[in-house]
């Protein structure tokens, strides 16, 4: 009862709060606390996203989503940053991601997976900022991968197909996505931002195994080719183990990948290329006896890209802030491990309104080895 009159709570203070436009909600804000030019801030920002995908059939590939037909939440969120600032030049901070299920919280029955939790913490880290020498954080966050070539291609509803941390069954762990235990540089200027991470050990199991990541370690750069158009180029390296009770399997995982994003305020142009080494599962291994199972599971190779192509009309006018059509696709292809790819392609259209209200529409066609079947998918948003 306490978490549901939490979130219904929150989402009043975050209704009286906005305006017209997409702002964040101050909760705190403090000046002059020690110094003359210290301040302290909290913030918090989020979406509650609700989506439904209507499939032209159903069948084994798709059955047990039968639920999203009718409406669930697709990975609503909310933020909170932390932010004490020393001086102009000096600040330390914190910031709080966590995806919400509204179904599940308020027992919507029909409208949730039976696996799927009422909160799921997403970031969480601190770290600190200077403006000569960069920024340092640790904890909780998403990859460099992630934020310097995902988000690049990142910019439909169901998407990420063509990407190393959709199809990966450790992506919160392996870094392809999320990490727990990250160690992160930043350093960044009018040109280039240049990033690097070490990703300390952490563990999970699944498929009757556990996945242990020993080490592993980041590289990227996003490079300002001018003010509209930047080019973000990705390397990660990690050191893992599978084992179940008696068997274990050391392994490497590489990934490389790179994404345009163009953006003049009105085209918004994006496409992204990558190679996964045991990344992927072959999933086929499963069926397999130990040790088996165990070296066959990862011991995949696969490529990846996405496209996207929109243009965004700015209305203004009857409560519409902008209608944006756009097309999209995607291809992921296994060239070790796995028999297995897939294409995606179609077209999407966004509007925006006023009070932080929008809806999107997208019609996208699939074809791959496991008949897939297309869909509509139909989504809901309210940002604060």
């Known amino acids: 009862m306490l978490k549901k009159t ?21 909760l705190v804000h403090q000046d002059k606390i020690f110094s003359d030019q210290d301040s302290l801030s909290l913030k918090t920002r989020g979406s509650m996203r609700l989506q439904a995908l209507n499939f032209d059939q159903y069948n084994k590939t798709n059955e047990s989503q039968k639920y999203r037909r009718d409406g669930y939440s697709a990975a609503s969120r909310m933020y909170f940053d932390l932010d004490y600032k020393f001086n102009e030049n000096t600040r330390i901070f914190a910031e709080y991601q966590n995806y ?25 880290y601190g770290g600190i900022e200077n403006s000569k020498y ?38 919160f762990f392996d870094g392809s996505l999320v990490s727990s235990k990250t160690l992160r540089y930043e ?4 040109y280039v931002d240049l990033y690097a991470a070490y990703l300390f050990g952490d563990e999970t199991s699944k498929n009757n195994m556990t996945y242990k990541l020993k080490s592993g370690g ?81 011991d995949t ?36 491990g796995d028999d297995f790819s897939r294409k995606d392609y179609g077209v999407g259209v966004a ?17 791959d080895n496991k008949s897939t079947p297309d869909l509509h998918l139909f989504r809901l948003r309210y940002q604060w």
């Open 218 to 298: 980041e590289l990227a750069a996003d490079i300002h080719l001018n003010k509209k158009l930047s080019l973000g180029v990705s390397y990660k390296h990690n050191e893992a183990r599978l084992n179940d009770s008696i068997n274990s399997h050391d392994l490497s995982q590489d990934l490389i990948a790179s994404a345009l994003y163009y953006f003049d305020g009105k085209w918004m142009l994006g496409a992204g290329v990558g190679w996964y080494k045991n990344l992927l599962p072959n999933n086929s291994a499963l069926n397999q006896q130990t040790p088996v199972n165990l070296e066959q599971y990862l």
């Open 134 to 171: 960069g920024t340092l954080k640790f904890g909780k966050m998403y990859s460099i991968y992630h934020d310097v070539v995902g988000v690049k291609t990142d910019l439909w509803d169901y998407d990420m197909l063509g990407q190393a941390p959709t199809w990966s069954p450790f992506s």
């Open 301 to 336: 190779e696969a490529y990846g890209f996405e496209y996207y192509a929109g243009y965004r009309f700015n209305v203004q006018n009857h409560g519409i802030q902008s209608v944006q059509p756009y097309v999209m696709g995607d291809y992921i292809k296994y060239t070790h």
């Open 6 to 26: 939490f979130v219904i709570g929150f989402c009043a203070i975050a209704t009286l709060n906005v305006n017209k436009a997409y702002a964040e909600v101050e």
């Open 100 to 124: 919400f299920n509204l179904p599940k919280i308020f027992d919507w029955e029909g409208h949730y997976g039976k696996n799927d939790e009422d909160f799921t913490t997403i970031q969480a």
């Open 187 to 190: 350093n960044k200027n009018k």
């Open 351 to 367: 509007f925006r309104f006023n009070y932080g209200l929008g809806f999107d529409y997208e019609r996208l066609y699939t074809h």
